[in-house]
């Protein structure tokens, strides 16, 4: 479904470093969402946006922010990245009934 | 609080035989549930959901309030369905809550 993209696809970063995930979408939903995904819990909710101007957190959104550009783009941020947001994002947006998701952004904090 | 447990990790069976992969919930209200799959290199994308009642490439999920699970289950597994399978429920606002995910390998 490449109605939802992210990138990068792959990022290599070292502690300390700001680093920004992108995220957009034709789907046309208001709807999206951040999530990582670590062995053995699943995917956990970081942020998500219901609008433009509308952000709200996630159960995990220590060391992260977000902006929300526009209906289409929903950017998550490491303003310091360090080793244990080591793991796989995704993005996804939402109708009333589904959740549609990106293929994912592999994060390797060294 | 609202959350979802898959207790086996990983689950192995042959080709042919039957498949089941637990679920089991705590929601304080009527609960909406899912299960998405995420296949080899692929992205992560929705299997079923209770309130259709429909069958997807074979898979069911009868949600048992009294027991508050919602199983996935398929009479006769294929190599297809090797996979990682995610329970997860509806929160208000359209907000999913997950399971940590069982890894499904069927072998031939």
């Known amino acids: 479904d490449a109605d939802v993209t992210q990138t990068p696809r792959n990022r290599i970063t070292k502690t300390g470093k700001r680093i920004m995930l992108e995220c957009s979408q034709t789907?046309?939903?208001?709807?999206m969402y951040w999530y990582r995904q670590d062995p053995g819990l699943g995917l956990q909710l970081i942020y998500y946006?219901?609008?433009?101007?509308?952000?709200n957190k996630g159960e995990i959104s220590d060391g992260y922010s977000v902006s929300r550009q526009a209906q289409a783009k929903f950017s998550l941020s490491l303003e310091s990245a360090i080793p244990n947001q080591t793991a796989l994002y995704f993005c996804?947006?939402?109708?009333?009934?589904?959740?549609?998701f990106g293929p994912g952004t592999r994060l390797l904090v060294l | 609080a609202q959350r979802v447990t898959q207790p086996e990790k990983l689950l192995s069976v042959f080709k042919g035989a039957p498949v089941e992969l637990k679920c089991n919930y705590s929601?304080?209200?009527?609960?909406?549930l899912f299960w998405y799959v995420q296949y080899s290199r692929q992205r992560l994308q929705l299997l079923l959901r209770?309130?259709s009642r429909e069958s997807i490439k074979g898979f069911t999920a009868d949600l048992n309030k009294g027991e508050t699970s919602f199983h996935l289950k398929k009479p006769f597994a294929q190599e297809e369905d090797s996979a990682m399978y995610y329970c997860?429920?509806?929160?208000?606002?359209?907000?999913?809550?997950f399971g940590q995910g069982t890894r499904l390998t069927i072998n031939p």
């Open positions: 929601y304080s209200g009527s609960p909406e």
């Open positions: 997860a429920l509806i929160q208000g606002a359209q907000k999913l809550v």
């Open positions: 209770h309130i």
């Open positions: 789907k046309g939903h208001d709807r």
């Open positions: 996804a947006t939402s109708d009333l009934q589904t959740q549609y």
């Open positions: 946006s219901f609008d433009v101007k509308d952000i």
